[in-house]
C-alpha cells in the first residue's frame, strides 16, 4: 500500500518509516557535527533518535489497538528482475510492533545509561572520538533491527540480520586495541561474525529454496501458499524451515554455533546488554515465530526445532554455573533462556515465547547494566585503593572476577537491589515478570512432551542456582580484594535506567497474566493457530518449588557461615570435582571446534594458499614466462648479425615456397 | 634441328656455365668481372639467336659497357683484398651448396611436372624486333613505366652522389658514422 | 629450339648466382652474383617472348636492364660509403645489426 492508502486506514501507520529514519538521522547527526556537541549532546541525539523510534512504535501500536489487522506500507521498489519482485515495505502488524517496543524502549534506556558509563571511558583513553563512534553504532543497529523487524519480506529481514550482524562485530570490538595478546577482542568479534556468518549461510540457503518453491520472498504470499507446496513438496518445506534453523543458531546462539556469545563479552557492557541480551539474538526467535505458517506444515523440523532449544537451555545452564567472571554467567544465562524461547517457539506456542523474549528483554539487559554498574563500581574501587598506595598498575586486576567481589551490598546499595530484583525475576519467582513468563513455557512443554518438560525443568534450577551463587557471591559477604572494598555506587545516569527496567522487570508479567491474556490476544491478530496458553496450576507451583530449591541450595553451598572468603577454592569444587572442573571450562566446546573444524580448515588454506595457489598456478603462470624466455633466448641466436646468414634465411624460405608450390 | 644448330647452343651454353662458375670461385675479384663480362656478351649471343637484336645491343651497352666498367672502377678503388679461405660462418657453405642444389631440382621437378614447352617455337621473323616496333610498343602501351624508370634513374644518380660526398670541413651533413665493432 | 632447353639454362645460371651470393664474403662478387640473376630472368623473358611471338617480353627485359643499372650504381656507392667508415670490405665484419 502506498502511504496515502494506509493513511486512510489509520492516520499514524504513515509514521512507520520513521522508526528506522529517525536512528539514521541519529548516526547521520553524530557522524558530521558529533565533534561539536560534546559528550552529553552526542548522548542526547542518539538517545532522542532511538527514544523517538519508541515513541513511534507507541503510536502504531495506538493504532493496531483500533485497527487489529495493521497493514503494508510499500516506500520502494528495491529489486524486479524477472519473476522476482522485492519492495522495501513495512509490515505493521502486531508481532512487528510488539518487537519494535521492545528493541526502541529498551534500547533508549540503554542509550541513557551508555552516557553515563563511556564517559569513564573517554577519561582512561582521552579518545572523544570513540564516544562519538560508540553513539553511530548504536544507532546504526538500532536502526537495522528496525529493518530485520518491520520487512514484509524474507530479503529485508535478511538485510537488517546481515546489519545487525555488522553492528555486532563493529561494537563487539569496540575496544579493538584491547583484549588478550592486544587483539582479544578483535579477535572476538572476528569470531562473533565468522560463526554468524555460518547461521547466515543457512538462512541463504532458505531464502533460495523458498524463491525456488513460491516464486515470491513476500510473507503474505508464502504463508497464503505455504499448504499448498507442502502438499506438493514436503521435503522442501522441511528443508527450508531446516536451513532457516540453522540461521536461527547462528543468530539466537544455540547449539552448535553459540560459541560466539560468550566470546563477546569483550564488548562494553550496553553492547551486551542490547544487542546479546535483548535485541539483536532475539531476531532468530522473531524470524522463527513469523515463520509458523512454514513450520506448522511440517512437524518434524517442529520437533527438531524443540530439541534443540531444550538442550542448548540444559547445556548453557550447566556451564553458567562453573563461570567465574560475571559478564560470562550472564552470557551463558542468555544462550540458556534463548534456549528456552526457541524451544517453545517450536513448539508453536509462539505466544509464549514472545512474552518471554519481551521479560527477558527486561530483566536480562538489567542483568547486564547491573554488572556493568557494578564493574564501574569495581573499576573506580581498584583506583582509588591503589592510587592511594602511589600504584597506578591495571594489569593483573580484571574488574569483572566474581572472586575479587564480595560484600557489594553495603557499598553499592541501590545496584544491589535492582539486580536482586532482576536476578529473582530471571529465576523465576512469583510473581515477578520472569514467573509468568517461564511458567507459560514450562506448561506448554508439559503438554507436548515430557522428556522438553523434564529437561527444561532442570535448566530452570540449575538457572536459579547460578543466580543465587552469582548474588551470594557478588554482594554478600566480606570484599575478598581492595577493590571492592572501595567500591562506589553509579552516578545517576547509570541508575536510573537501571530503576525504569527493575521496575519492568517486576510487574511485567502483567502482560499476559493468566485471566486477561493480553499479549495473547494482541498476537493472535498476525500470528496463525496460537494455542491459548494456560496457567497450569501443577505445573507453576512445581516450577516455583523448584526455583526456590534452586536459591536455598546456592545459599547454602556459597553463603553460609564460613561464607566464600578470599582465596578460597570454589565450594563447588570438591563435591563435583571432574564435573566442575568441566564446567568451568565451558565442556572444552571451543577446543573441540578448534581441533576439529578451524585446524583443518587452516591447513587446508594453507594448502591452497602454499602449494596451490603459489606451486601450482603462479608456477604455471611463471613457468609459460620463462618458457617464453628460453624459446626467445634460442631463436635468438638466428639474428647473429651476419649477412649472409640472413641471405641464406632468405633463399632457405625461397626454396620451402617453391616446395609448396610444386607439391601443389 | 640440325646438328650445327645443336653444337652451336651446346657451345653457348657451355660457355655461360663456365663463366659462371668461374665467377663465383675467382679469389681475385678483377677476374671474377672479367668473367662476368663474358658471361653477358655470350648471353647477348643467345638474345640475337633468339631473335631480338636490339636487346643483344642493349645488353652489351648498357651491362658489359657501363655497369661492368663501374665495377671495376670500384674493385680497382677499394683495392679488392684477398680475403682468407676459411668460412668463419658455421655451416654456411654446406647449408649454401645445400639449397642451391635443392633449388635446382625443384625447377627441374617443376618443369618435368607441369610440363614445360618442349617443342620449339616458330622462328622469328627479322621485323618482329625492331627498333621500330620496340619503340612504338614502349612509347604506347608501357609509356608510365618507361617515365618511372626515368625517375627511378633520377633517384639512383642522386642517392649515389649523396652517399659519398665528401663531409665538409666542419663534419656538417656527413652521414652518421657507422659505430666500431667493439660498442654494440 | 626447344623452350626447356633455355628454362634450363636460365635455372643453372640462377643457381650459381644464389651460390655466389651465399658464399663470396667480398661485396663486390655478391653483386656480381646477382646481376647474374638478373641475367637468368632476363634470358628466360625473352626466350619466352620469341616462343609466343609476343614482344612485351623483351620490353621487359628493357626495363630490368635499366632497374639493375640504377641498384647498381647505389649499391656500389654503399660499398664505398661503408668501406669509407670500416677501412675493410669483408661481409662478415658488418655485424652489427647482431641481436
Redesign the interface.
Known amino acids: 500500500m502506498s502511504l496515502n492508502e494506509i493513511a486512510s486506514l489509520h492516520p499514524f501507520f504513515q509514521l512507520a518509516p520513521l522508526v528506522v529514519f529517525l536512528p539514521v538521522l541519529g548516526l547521520l547527526i553524530n557522524l558530521l557535527v558529533g565533534k561539536r556537541l560534546g559528550e552529553k549532546g552526542i548522548g542526547a541525539v542518539a538517545s532522542l533518535a532511538t527514544g523517538g523510534a519508541f515513541v513511534v512504535a507507541v503510536l502504531l501500536a495506538v493504532g493496531l489497538a483500533q485497527v487489529s489487522e495493521g497493514g503494508t506500507l510499500t516506500l520502494a521498489n528495491w529489486i524486479t528482475l524477472g519473476d522476482l519482485g522485492v519492495s522495501w515495505s513495512f509490515r505493521i502488524d502486531t508481532l512487528s510492533v510488539l518487537m519494535m517496543l521492545v528493541v526502541s524502549g529498551v534500547g533508549t534506556l540503554i542509550h541513557i545509561y551508555s552516557i553515563g558509563y563511556m564517559h569513564s571511558d573517554v577519561r582512561h583513553n582521552e579518545d572523544p572520538g570513540r564516544f562519538r563512534r560508540f553513539f553511530v553504532y548504536l544507532n546504526l543497529f538500532i536502526a537495522f533491527m528496525m529493518v530485520l523487524v518491520s520487512s514484509d519480506n524474507f530479503l529485508m529481514l535478511f538485510v537488517g540480520w546481515e546489519g545487525v550482524g555488522l553492528c555486532s562485530y563493529l561494537l563487539i570490538g569496540f575496544w579493538f586495541e584491547k583484549g588478550a595478546d592486544g587483539i582479544g577482542n578483535a579477535r572476538a568479534a572476528k569470531k562473533a561474525f565468522v560463526v554468524n556468518r555460518i547461521g547466515d549461510f543457512g538462512l541463504l540457503i532458505a531464502l533460495f529454496l523458498l524463491f525456488y518453491n513460491f516464486g515470491t520472498l513476500n510473507f503474505a504470499e508464502i504463508f497464503e501458499k505455504a499448504p499448498a507446496v507442502a502438499a506438493a513438496a514436503p521435503g522442501a518445506i522441511m528443508a527450508i524451515t531446516l536451513f532457516m534453523l540453522l540461521g536461527v543458531t547462528g543468530k539466537s546462539a544455540q547449539l552448535p554455533l553459540f560459541v560466539w556469545l560468550p566470546d563477546a563479552m569483550a564488548g562494553p557492557t550496553p553492547v551486551s546488554a542490547l544487542i546479546h541480551a535483548a535485541t539483536m539474538v532475539t531476531a532468530g526467535v522473531y524470524l522463527v515465530a513469523r515463520s509458523q505458517a512454514l513450520y506448522f506444515e511440517v512437524p518434524a523440523a517442529q520437533n527438531v526445532v524443540m530439541w534443540v532449544g531444550a538442550l542448548t537451555a540444559f547445556f548453557a545452564a550447566t556451564i553458567a554455573v562453573g563461570q567465574n567472571d560475571i559478564k560470562k554467567v550472564l552470557a551463558y544465562s542468555t544462550i540458556s533462556q534463548l534456549g528456552f524461547m526457541v524451544t517453545v517457539v517450536g513448539m508453536g506456542a509462539t505466544v509464549a515465547g514472545m512474552f518471554h523474549l519481551t521479560t527477558q528483554a527486561f530483566f536480562k539487559a538489567l542483568l547486564f547494566l547491573g554488572a556493568g554498574s557494578v564493574i564501574l563500581g569495581v573499576e573506580h574501587g581498584h583506583a582509588h585503593a591503589h592510587a592511594k598506595a602511589g600504584e597506578h598498575g591495571h594489569d593483573s586486576f580484571d574488574p569483572q572476577d566474581m572472586r575479587e567481589m564480595g560484600g557489594l551490598r553495603k557499598r553499592m546499595p541501590l545496584t544491589f537491589t535492582v539486580y536482586l530484583l532482576g536476578g529473582l525475576s530471571m529465576a523465576g519467582i512469583a510473581p515477578l515478570a520472569g514467573f509468568f513468563s517461564k511458567d507459560e513455557i514450562l506448561a506448554a512443554a508439559s503438554e507436548k512432551s515430557i522428556a522438553v518438560y523434564v529437561l527444561l525443568t532442570a535448566a530452570a534450577f540449575l538457572t536459579a542456582f547460578y543466580v543465587g551463587r552469582q548474588l551470594v557471591m557478588v554482594f554478600f559477604g566480606k570484599p575478598r580484594s581492595d577493590a571492592s572494598e572501595k567500591a562506589a555506587e553509579s552516578p545517576l545516569l547509570v541508575t536510573l535506567p537501571l530503576i525504569i527496567l527493575a521496575l519492568l522487570a517486576v510487574f511485567g508479567g502483567a502482560l499476559n497474566l493468566p485471566g486477561s491474556h493480553l499479549l495473547e490476544t494482541w498476537l493472535e491478530h498476525s500470528l496463525p493457530e496460537t494455542a491459548p496458553g494456560q496457567f497450569v496450576l501443577p505445573v507453576a507451583l512445581i516450577s516455583l518449588g523448584i526455583a526456590l530449591l534452586g536459591l536455598l541450595l546456592a545459599w547454602l553451598v556459597y553463603g553460609r557461615k564460613p561464607i566464600f572468603e578470599k582465596g578460597q577454592p570454589d565450594p563447588l569444587r570438591r563435591p563435583l570435582n571432574g564435573l566442575f572442573k568441566a564446567l568451568e571450562n565451558k565442556w572444552w566446546v571451543d577446543e573441540l571446534y578448534h581441533a576439529v573444524i578451524v585446524r583443518p580448515y587452516q591447513s587446508i588454506a594453507q594448502f591452497s594458499a602454499g602449494a596451490v595457489d603459489q606451486g601450482v598456478i603462479d608456477g604455471v603462470v611463471n613457468g609459460m614466462g620463462s618458457l617464453v624466455r628460453s624459446g626467445a633466448k634460442w631463436w635468438r641466436r638466428f639474428q647473429n648479425g651476419y649477412i649472409r646468414s640472413y641471405a641464406l634465411t632468405i633463399v632457405f624460405g625461397v626454396v620451402l615456397v617453391i616446395t609448396y608450390l610444386v607439391l601443389r | 634441328m640440325s646438328l650445327g644448330l645443336i653444337f652451336m647452343y651446346s657451345a653457348l651454353a657451355l660457355v655461360v656455365v663456365v663463366s659462371g662458375i668461374g665467377l663465383i670461385t675467382s679469389r681475385n675479384a678483377i677476374y671474377a668481372a672479367l668473367f662476368l663480362v663474358l658471361n653477358f656478351i655470350t648471353v647477348a649471343l643467345l638474345y640475337i639467336v633468339l631473335g631480338a637484336p636490339f636487346i643483344a645491343l642493349a645488353q652489351v651497352t648498357v651491362y658489359a659497357g657501363s655497369i661492368m666498367v663501374l665495377f671495376l672502377f670500384v674493385i680497382m678503388l677499394l683495392g679488392a683484398e684477398q680475403l682468407p679461405i676459411a668460412e668463419p660462418l658455421r655451416g654456411q657453405r654446406v647449408l649454401g651448396i645445400l639449397l642451391a642444389a635443392a633449388f635446382l631440382a625443384e625447377m627441374v621437378l617443376f618443369v618435368l611436372l607441369r610440363g614445360a614447352p618442349t617443342v620449339a617455337g616458330q622462328a622469328v621473323s627479322p621485323e618482329f624486333s625492331t627498333p621500330t616496333t620496340i619503340g612504338m610498343l614502349l612509347f604506347e602501351r608501357y609509356l608510365l613505366p618507361f617515365e618511372m624508370t626515368a625517375g627511378v634513374l633520377l633517384a639512383a644518380t642522386v642517392g649515389a652522389i649523396f652517399m659519398t660526398r665528401q663531409p665538409r670541413p666542419d663534419r656538417k651533413g656527413a652521414l652518421p658514422a657507422v659505430p666500431e665493432e667493439g660498442k654494440e | 629450339?626447344?623452350?626447356?632447353?633455355?628454362?634450363?639454362?636460365s635455372?643453372?645460371?640462377?643457381?650459381?648466382?644464389?651460390?655466389?651470393?651465399?658464399?663470396?664474403?667480398?661485396p663486390?662478387?655478391v653483386?656480381?652474383?646477382l646481376?647474374?640473376m638478373f641475367?637468368s630472368a632476363?634470358?628466360l623473358f625473352?626466350?619466352f617472348?620469341?616462343?609466343?611471338?609476343v614482344?612485351?617480353g623483351?620490353?621487359f627485359?628493357?626495363?630490368v636492364?635499366?632497374?639493375?643499372?640504377?641498384?647498381?650504381?647505389?649499391g656500389?656507392?654503399?660499398?664505398?660509403?661503408?668501406?669509407k667508415?670500416?677501412r675493410?670490405?669483408?661481409?662478415?665484419?658488418?655485424?652489427?645489426?647482431?641481436?
Do not use: C, W
Not at chain 3, 635499366?66 to 647498381?72: I, L, M, Q, W
Not at chain 3, 675493410?88 to 641481436?99: N, P
Open positions: 629450339m626447344p623452350m626447356s632447353y633455355f628454362i634450363g639454362l635455372v643453372v645460371m640462377f643457381a650459381m648466382g644464389i651460390l655466389g651470393v651465399l658464399l663470396r664474403r667480398n663486390l662478387v653483386f656480381m652474383s646481376e647474374l641475367n632476363n634470358l625473352v626466350a617472348s620469341a616462343y609466343h611471338q614482344l612485351d623483351q620490353l627485359v628493357f626495363f636492364m635499366t632497374t639493375a643499372a640504377a641498384e647498381v650504381a647505389v656500389l656507392a654503399l660499398i664505398v660509403a661503408v668501406f667508415a670500416k675493410t670490405i669483408d661481409l662478415d665484419q658488418m655485424s652489427s645489426l647482431k641481436g
